[in-house]
């Protein structure tokens, strides 16, 4: 393997991570203030329906991105009603959005653009085009540092970027102001914030919601930017996969990015090699293809135990008289 494949394995890499990566730090903000939310898969494939189809239908991929948020956080806030207004099962209510959201965004797709459940192709101003570094051309030919900066670090769209830098940001809010201060204890202890007296609805309903966001820009990144338009399914099983490198970082964002990044790169192998020969042995695609979904099983198998969700994570907090 030279040195140009491996820069483009890991350019596939940071791709793949991305959607990952902006799922996984949603439920760590929710699950933080001790909302546990199954719902991350639906939310990112609502909001992948309605950025795709209104990009599609007005040409401005942030109009797309926009409409993918807004419909991200009508999940959140009907979870948010369902789970911490009216107090309900949380894991009961993530799941209902799944479904909801699976069903929903197939028959509209139909309804509007009678393409057996998906939307046309996006292209132009619908799509979401990578931003090219400062001197990334003139550094190409350089070796070993012109592929690194030129094929890894630039052409991405500005959303992987983005979803990067939410990184550092989640980590300084969570540690470094009050308010993270706040979401993390509410998590933990709802009771000695309500004492203290702050909100503990007014809390947990601002988790959901910024859960809601980053959803919807993941959800909005696979179909204006890794892909061009919504097909059924398409998030194959990402919101999940998102909950188990979450339980794996131990609901800690530095280590959400690394848990993201792997499988990420297990994805980037799975389609860069179809097809192994180990000595006379060959790997099918199929077994490189399920290599994410088998780590998420040993992930949650392993580290369950290992790894302390939130205290009061699922737990509706009842006001005490």
């Known amino acids: 393997m030279d040195f ?34 199954i719902g991350l898969e639906g939310k990112m494939l609502a909001s992948a329906f309605f950025s795709a189809a209104v990009a599609y239908v007005s040409g401005s991929v942030w109009l797309g991105l926009l409409a993918g948020t807004a419909a991200s956080l009508v999940l959140s806030l009907i979870h948010g009603v369902a789970s911490i207004t009216f107090r309900g099962n949380q894991l009961i209510s993530g799941v209902a959005i799944n479904f909801l959201a699976a069903g929903m965004t197939v028959l509209i797709a139909q309804s509007w653009f009678s393409q057996g459940g998906r939307t046309p192709s996006l292209f132009g101003g619908a799509r979401f085009e990578g931003i090219n570094l400062p001197f990334a051309n003139e550094l190409e030919p350089v070796p070993v540092i ?4 030129s094929e890894l670090l630039s052409g ?17 809010v969570l540690y470094r102001t009050r308010f993270g201060l706040r979401l993390r204890a509410v998590g933990e202890n709802p009771a000695a914030v309500d004492t203290a007296g702050v909100s503990v609805v007014g809390l947990r309903f601002a988790a959901v919601m910024i859960c809601g966001v ?15 338009g919504f097909v059924k399914d398409m998030t194959a099983g990402r919101g999940f996969i998102a909950l188990a490198a979450l339980i794996f970082a131990k609901w800690r964002p530095w280590h959400a990015l690394g848990a993201c990044l792997l499988f990420g790169f297990l994805q980037a192998i799975a389609l860069r090699f179809q097809n192994i020969d180990l000595g006379g042995v060959v790997i099918p695609v199929q077994v490189m293809d399920a290599l994410p979904f088998v780590l998420t099983v ?18 509706p907090y009842v006001k005490e008289r």
Do not use: M
Not at 146 to 149: A, H, S
């Open 4 to 37: 140009l494949t491996i820069i483009q394995i890991l350019d596939s890499t940071v791709r793949l991570a991305t959607p990952l990566l902006l799922a996984c730090l949603a439920g760590l903000y929710s699950e933080r203030a001790g909302v546990f939310d």
């Open 146 to 149: 012109g592929p690194i900066y």
């Open 156 to 172: 991405h769209s500005v959303l992987v970027y983005l979803a990067f830098a939410f990184v550092p940001f989640t980590a300084w």
């Open 214 to 228: 980053l959803c919807g820009i993941a959800g909005a990144y696979l179909a204006t930017a890794l892909q061009a």
């Open 298 to 315: 040993v992930i949650l198998a392993g580290f369950v135990g290992k790894a302390i969700p939130p205290k009061a994570g699922g737990e």
